[in-house]
């Protein structure tokens, strides 16, 4: 059998390339403006069906959003048969077939991509795909569903839901029936799972004040309501940042983006955030989460991924303790080169931490190396991973003790409240309640468990990015030049400095990561790196941002 030639030619003059745009499918999929994307969907399609075909007819996932980024963007990405992101080798697949100018060049890549990847067309193709809230996302799925139907591929159209359900339908799917279920394939499966597995963990906690939570004005607001129902007595929940149809509104000086990278509450939260009471940020798509506390005297204080992490991972490691398995079973956590400083100290002194390159796949990946894996981003995306064993083990181990007993099920609810796909801000959040009532903490008590260090961002343009090229997990630079020897240069100066420089992987910009012992000193580090990085780039002298030194 060989690829529907007619129906792929007839459908792909209906969605002709731009021919000045180059796309790139890189850390989160394709995303750029979503007035120019329409191409890109309907070719996704076409390649969404091949992946099916050379898994042997598994779904495949497509998700439609671009998460933190202003509304006017948009953007696509592909899921794996198990829920994970899509294989990195076929990334470059999708970056060629997004670029052929014509129908005719696109079809002619298609046959040879065909024939080098051995993809039998005889196979059935099979998708599910879903949208967030962004105005752009109809149009998008509907030349989506023009690719699809070019292959004949049968598509489940999972409707407007956030980047973790889809993960987690895609999941379910591919396991239905077999040893290995994740749950059932429905939305309803999704928050029946995480919720009735939460509210066995909250029976018998005292009851807490309500937690505040910022729906970036994203699809997170839907699935917060629909949530918030399944968790009627468990936690008390105050939906905030909710208007998804008002133009312009959505990520818009709200969601966890805008709290990380600024270290401040969305104002709309100013006058409903009480002292003490705690809240949380979702993005654009919920996929990650940031909480934050005002204490007493009204001070804002930010608990990241980081913070995330290690209440997360100490807690695992103290029920697997308690059930007496230590020794099977070996939690481990996974930091990227942002990870605060005093964070990865904390954890290496308590657990082993490996630290890999920015973007989920990469944590993700090394995250399955350990029985349980706990990974998380600074800016909040993240998740805890168990291994098939380990698994098997947490519900089977037979308990000798009622204490043994208490903390073995508690595991057992743990692992169904988490959603193993891929970071989910609802399931995360949910984990984080459970960690904060099992505890008795506060945000502040959270807090405590260590100091961070002050950090800075900074975004620097650059001619050509792609000349900044980085090893060891991105923290140091092999090009250009003597620039990482400048830079270490200047770290030694300051007390506790660490700075690191990385071409970003969704925008046009190099970023400029720095922390120290007190704010000014962070700063001056931050913007000394910064005027480094410009200089050393070529910059031109007569734009160089003032504020870099
Ligand atoms: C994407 C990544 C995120 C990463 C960010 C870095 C996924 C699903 N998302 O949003 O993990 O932190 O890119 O962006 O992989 P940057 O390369 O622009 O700094
Ligand atoms: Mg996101």
Redesign the pocket.
């Known amino acids: 059998m060989s690829l529907p030639v007619n129906d792929i030619r007839r459908l792909s003059d209906l969605h002709p390339k731009p021919q000045d745009i180059n796309y790139q499918y890189g850390?989160?999929g394709f995303r750029t403006l979503g007035k120019v994307l329409d191409s890109v969907l309907f070719r996704v399609g076409i390649l969404a069906a091949l992946r099916s075909k050379k898994l042997d007819g598994k779904t495949i996932g497509v998700m439609v959003t671009a998460?933190h980024n202003p509304e006017p963007d948009n953007g696509v990405?592909l899921v794996d048969p198990r829920g994970e992101?899509l294989e990195s080798s076929w990334e470059s697949h999708a970056t060629v077939l997004a670029n052929t100018p014509s129908t005719d060049e696109f079809i002619s890549a298609l046959q040879d991509f065909v024939k080098t990847t051995k993809i039998d067309i005889s196979k059935p193709a099979r998708v599910v795909y879903a949208r967030d809230t962004r105005p752009s996302g109809p149009a998008l799925v509907a030349a989506l569903e023009d690719g699809l139907k070019a292959m004949s591929a049968e598509g489940r159209n999972a409707g407007v839901t956030t980047t973790p359900i889809l993960h987690y339908l895609v999941r379910t799917i591919n396991t239905k029936g077999s040893k290995e279920s994740y749950g059932t394939d429905t939305e309803e499966g999704y928050y029946t799972k995480l919720s009735s597995a939460f509210n066995k963990l909250m029976v018998g906690r005292p009851p807490r004040p309500p937690l505040v939570i910022d729906c970036a004005n994203g699809v997170g607001a839907l699935a917060a309501r629909v949530l918030s129902r399944y968790l009627v007595n468990s936690l008390p929940v105050e939906l905030e940042n909710t208007a998804i149809d008002t133009p312009g509104a959505l990520n818009n000086s709200c969601g966890a983006d805008f709290v990380k990278v600024n270290q401040k509450l969305p104002p709309s939260l100013t006058d409903l955030l009480g002292p003490c009471q705690r809240g949380c940020s979702l993005d654009g798509d919920a996929?990650r989460l940031i909480y934050f506390y005002l204490d007493e005297h009204r001070q804002f204080h930010m608990l990241d991924g980081d913070k995330i992490t290690t209440l997360v991972a100490s807690f695992i490691v103290e029920l697997v303790k308690t059930v007496g398995l230590s020794e099977k079973l070996k939690v481990g956590v996974v930091q990227t080169a942002y990870a605060n400083g005093s964070s990865t100290k904390y954890l290496s002194e308590r657990l082993p931490v490996k630290c890999v390159p920015?973007?989920?796949?990469h944590l993700h990946h090394a995250a399955e190396q350990y029985d349980i894996g706990v990974y998380f981003?600074a800016?909040g995306?993240g998740t805890v991973v168990f291994s098939q064993p380990a698994q098997d083990l947490i519900f089977s181990h037979q308990p000798s003790t009622p204490t043994q007993l208490t903390a073995l099920t508690h595991l057992q609810n743990i692992l169904n409240v988490i959603n193993q796909t891929v970071g989910d801000a609802l399931s995360d959040m949910l984990l984080v309640e459970v960690v904060l009532a099992h505890k008795s903490y506060g945000g502040a008590e959270w807090d405590s468990l260590y100091t961070d260090l002050p950090n800075r961002l900074v975004k620097v343009v650059v001619p050509d990015r792609n000349i900044f090229k980085t090893v060891d997990a991105e923290r140091r630079l092999v090009s250009p030049g003597a620039l990482q020897n400048k830079i270490d240069e200047l770290v030694t100066k300051y007390s506790e400095g660490r700075s690191f420089v990385?071409p970003?992987?969704?925008?046009d910009v190099v970023?400029v990561y720095a922390e120290a012992t007190t704010r000014r000193q962070t700063d001056d580090l931050a913007f000394r790196v910064a005027g480094l990085v410009y200089d050393e780039a070529g910059g031109d002298r007569s734009q160089r941002p003032k504020e870099f030194l």
């Open positions: 850390t989160a998460s990405k992101m996929d920015t973007g989920v796949k981003e800016n995306h990385r970003s992987g969704t925008e970023r």
